[in-house]
């Protein structure tokens, strides 16, 4: 699975992306990424991602079967970080969380949906049964943005997100049946083998 890693991948502006999972060497260069956010972008993060501190437990307890961070990359500068977060349970169904920060200065050039089709089709090739985006209501791009992957919304938590004012705001509880997907995947390919084994 991350023995596809690195890959590159192109920006609707033609810019090269490199894609890559987090790794321990990751920290200053993370921290500095996270450091350029606009203080709006890391309301509702859940960590304090501006303390090293908080960086430095990330890459030390770096551990895939659980979260898979993917990094995109260009000229050495962290532009983006995604991650797969599986949630902790012995018995099926295997849910998965997905969470995306892009860089301002690389924001409406499709960076954001290319980081989220990564982590759908890694959580597709690790046989998730489903997938969970939970966004703040406010975040109209990022929903539109799930909604267009799939996602559909399936409840909304009043005053369940504080950001880091303390405020509380509405959060958008979305998901994306990944077995569903995948039957249809299946019914596809053999209606065209069908079809060919006809001719």
């Not at 991350?2 to 200053?28: A, F, H, N, T, W």
């Amino acid at each position: 699975m991350l023995r596809d890693y690195p890959k590159e991948v192109i920006l609707k502006s033609g810019e090269k992306v490199i894609l890559r999972p987090m790794v321990e060497e990751d920290k200053q260069k993370l921290l500095e990424f996270f450091l350029r956010l606009p203080e709006e972008d890391r309301l509702f993060l859940k960590d304090d991602v501006t303390d090293p501190k908080v960086i430095e437990s990330w890459v030390k307890n770096l551990n895939y079967d659980h979260v898979i961070p993917i990094l995109a990359e260009i000229d050495d500068r962290i532009i983006g970080d995604a991650t797969l977060h599986r949630r902790t349970t012995d018995r099926p169904p295997k849910i998965g969380e997905i969470r995306i920060v892009t860089d301002k200065d690389f924001r409406r050039r499709g960076l954001g949906t290319l980081l989220a089709k990564e982590i759908y089709y890694l959580a597709l090739s690790l046989k998730f049964n489903k997938l969970v985006a939970e966004v703040v209501e406010d975040q109209h791009t990022v929903l539109k943005t799930c909604e267009s992957l799939g996602f559909r919304q399936e409840t909304i938590l009043k005053n369940r997100a504080i950001d880091i004012h303390g405020k509380k705001h509405n959060l958008v509880v979305m998901t994306e049946d990944v077995d569903a997907l995948w039957k249809a995947i299946e019914d596809l390919i053999h209606k065209d083998v069908s079809h060919y084994s006809r001719e």
